[in-house]
Antibody, heavy 118, light 115 residues
C-alpha cells in the first residue's frame, strides 16, 4: 500500500527555522516526484515545488523560490521542506504529494500544520 | 502561468440531484502529441487532504464511485456528480499539470453543500 506519512504539527516563533518531513512507503521512492502544496487557513491549494528523489532534481514555483528549501534522502525514502526564518505568513497546512512526472498527484500525505506566532 | 477558474464558487444541491462544477483554463491544456488533457479533479473534505477523483480530464481514479464523471477538452472542463450523496459534501478543485513542473495550478475551489 502506497503511503506518504508526514511529521507532526509544529508551533514556532517568527525567525525560527523548521524542517518538516514526508516519508514514502509501498512504492519505489526514487521513481516518482514528490511535490509540496501549501494551504493557508481557509484558502485553496498552491504548488510550492517538487523534487525527484532519484537524482534530487528540484524545482520551485516562482512564488516560493528562495523562501523554502526542498530536499530528499533516498536512503530513508523521505522528502523534506524547510525554512531558515519563519514568518507569521508561513502559517498553513503543508501537504506532500506523489506525482508521476508531468502528471497528476495520486497519493497525498496527511498534512503538517505549521503555526508561526509570537 | 496558466490560470484556472472554477464556477461557481459554491453550490447547494438536493440529495439525489445532479451537481455540476465547471473549470476553465486560460490556455489549452490539451497536449497535441498524445491527445491528452492535462487536467485533474480533487475532492477535499474538512480536515482531510485532497483526494484524486479524475485525471486526464475524464479517467476515474480506482475506487471512485461512478456517479463522478469528468468531461471537456482544451480549455473547458466539467465535473459532474450524477446523484448527490451526503458524503459528497466537500470542496472540489481542478488542477492543470500541463505546464512544466512545478507550475501546476489549481482552481480556487468550489464548495459543494446539501440544499
Amino acid at each position: 500500500e502506497v503511503q506518504l506519512v508526514q511529521s507532526g504539527a509544529e508551533v514556532k516563533k517568527p525567525g525560527e527555522s523548521l524542517k518538516i518531513s514526508c516519508k514514502g512507503s509501498g512504492y519505489s521512492f526514487t521513481s516518482y516526484w514528490i511535490g509540496w502544496v501549501r494551504q493557508m487557513p481557509g484558502k485553496g491549494l498552491e504548488w510550492m515545488g517538487i523534487i525527484y528523489p532519484g537524482d534530487s532534481d528540484t524545482r520551485y514555483s516562482p512564488s516560493f523560490q528562495g523562501q523554502v528549501t526542498i530536499s530528499a534522502d533516498k536512503s530513508i525514502s523521505t522528502a523534506y521542506l524547510q525554512w531558515s526564518s519563519l514568518k507569521a505568513s508561513d502559517t498553513a497546512m503543508y501537504y506532500c504529494v506523489r506525482e508521476g512526472g508531468h502528471s497528476y498527484g495520486d497519493y497525498w500525505g496527511q498534512g503538517t500544520l505549521v503555526t508561526v506566532s509570537s | 502561468d496558466i490560470v484556472m477558474t472554477q464556477s461557481p464558487d459554491s453550490l447547494a444541491v438536493s440529495l439525489g440531484e445532479r451537481a455540476t462544477i465547471n473549470c476553465k483554463s486560460s490556455q489549452s491544456v490539451l497536449y497535441s502529441s498524445n491527445n491528452k488533457n492535462y487536467l485533474a479533479w480533487y475532492q477535499q473534505k474538512p480536515g482531510q487532504p485532497p483526494k484524486l477523483l479524475i485525471y486526464w480530464a475524464s479517467t476515474r481514479e480506482s475506487g471512485v464511485p461512478d456517479r463522478f464523471s469528468g468531461s471537456g477538452s482544451g480549455t473547458d472542463f466539467t465535473l459532474t456528480i450524477s446523484s448527490l450523496q451526503a458524503e459528497d459534501v466537500a470542496v472540489y478543485y481542478c488542477q492543470q499539470y500541463y505546464s512544466t513542473p512545478p507550475l501546476y495550478t489549481f482552481g480556487q475551489g468550489t464548495k459543494l453543500e446539501i440544499k
